[in-house]
């Protein structure tokens, strides 16, 4: 049963190589999407197979080296409800003051494959933004979901979760990257079989 607040994804995407760490388009914020046009609607679904070829719960149009704020998820949250959806030009909402509950767990980046450590983030939040067809849409998340919707927000305005992390994680983030980095070639994942279970990395 799809999660009340799920849109769905738009199929026949055609899977892009996904951009690393360390190229200046993950590293900057992007331009605000303005056109919600034929050419968004393939940069979308191509970003779904993206995702799901890579195996992951979430991407950013920049993690296929598009400077524009796009992300699409297909993630559960705490209760294991998957919620689905696109998010153009993302207003993140975290809690505040005796509201904000911070949860630290494990975190990777389909960016820096392979690669994981635990950051610390608020349990729970709320993007707005619109759709692909410029419709507004609104999602809340607990759990992975809020992770997920942070994650992918923060890409759009030039920050990767290991700026988030102290900076003996964030080596041992691209060491552990590095020792699997041959088991990712440069156009991974084009070619993978996405028809497996989703990884924690968006």
């Known amino acids: 049963m799809p999660h009340p607040q799920s849109r769905p994804l738009p199929q026949g ?3 892009r190589p996904i951009t690393r760490w360390g190229t200046p388009v993950m590293h900057r914020e992007l331009a605000d999407v303005t056109s919600f046009d034929d050419e968004l609607h393939t940069l979308v679904a191509d970003m779904v197979a993206t995702m799901y070829a890579a195996r992951g719960v979430g991407l950013a149009a920049n993690q296929v080296g598009v400077d524009l704020k796009v992300f699409v998820f297909d993630c559960p949250d705490e209760d ?11 207003v993140l909402t975290l809690p505040e003051g005796t509201d904000r509950n911070l949860e630290d767990d494990d975190e990777g980046c389909l960016s820096l494959p392979g690669a994981f450590t635990s950051c610390a ?6 993007v707005r933004g619109v759709d692909q067809f410029g ?15 942070q994650h992918e927000t923060d890409h759009l305005f030039g920050t990767v979760f290991g700026d988030r992390v102290p900076e003996r994680a964030r ?3 691209y060491k552990q990257h590095q020792e699997l980095a041959e088991g990712y070639a ?10 497996a279970a989703p990884d924690d990395e968006d």
């Open 135 to 149: 419709e507004p849409v609104e999602f809340s998340g607990t759990g992975l979901l809020a992770r997920c919707l």
């Open 186 to 195: 440069d156009d991974w994942p084009v070619g993978v079989d996405p028809n």
């Open 121 to 126: 983030r608020p349990d729970t939040a709320t």
């Open 80 to 90: 294991h409800e998957i919620s689905t959806g696109v998010v153009c030009n993302p």
């Open 13 to 15: 995407g055609s899977v």
């Open 171 to 173: 080596k041992k983030l």
